[in-house]
């Protein structure tokens, strides 16, 4: 069974800094990647940003691009998620999610609340 929390929310003020983690634990695969997601009231759950627990390869979205910057601890079985310059737009539940066999994002938190302020 794998477990993953999400921390770090919070309310900032529009071009402010906020550091999410995400620890899982459980039977992880070191093959597995951990992504970032993100929903706003109203709107469709989008992709942020994924980073692979082995390869340390990254993606990430073009809205975030250049602000947000993805991390592991392979030692701490986290992710983090280094948000700068942030934006009102930027305001939406952050949700992590690792990949299981099938290599698709069958894990999930309950996510963290980050609000941006104008």
């Known amino acids: 069974q794998v477990q993953l929390v999400e921390s770090g929310g919070g309310l900032v003020q529009a071009g402010g800094s906020l550091r999410l983690s995400c620890a899982a634990s459980?039977?992880?695969?070191?093959?597995?990647?951990m992504g970032w997601f993100r929903q706003a009231p109203g709107k469709e759950r989008e992709f942020v940003s994924t980073?692979?627990?082995?390869?340390?390869?990254?993606g990430y979205a073009d809205s975030v691009k250049g602000r947000f910057t993805i991390s592991r601890d392979n030692t701490k079985n986290t992710v983090y998620l280094q948000m700068n310059s942030l934006k009102p737009e930027d305001t939406a539940k952050y949700y992590c999610?690792?990949?299981?066999?099938?290599?698709?994002?069958?894990?999930w938190g309950k996510g963290t609340q980050v609000t941006v302020s104008s």
């Open positions: 980073i692979n627990w082995s390869a340390g390869s990254v």
């Open positions: 999610a690792l990949t299981g066999p099938s290599n698709k994002y069958d894990y």
């Open positions: 459980g039977r992880t695969s070191s093959r597995a990647s």
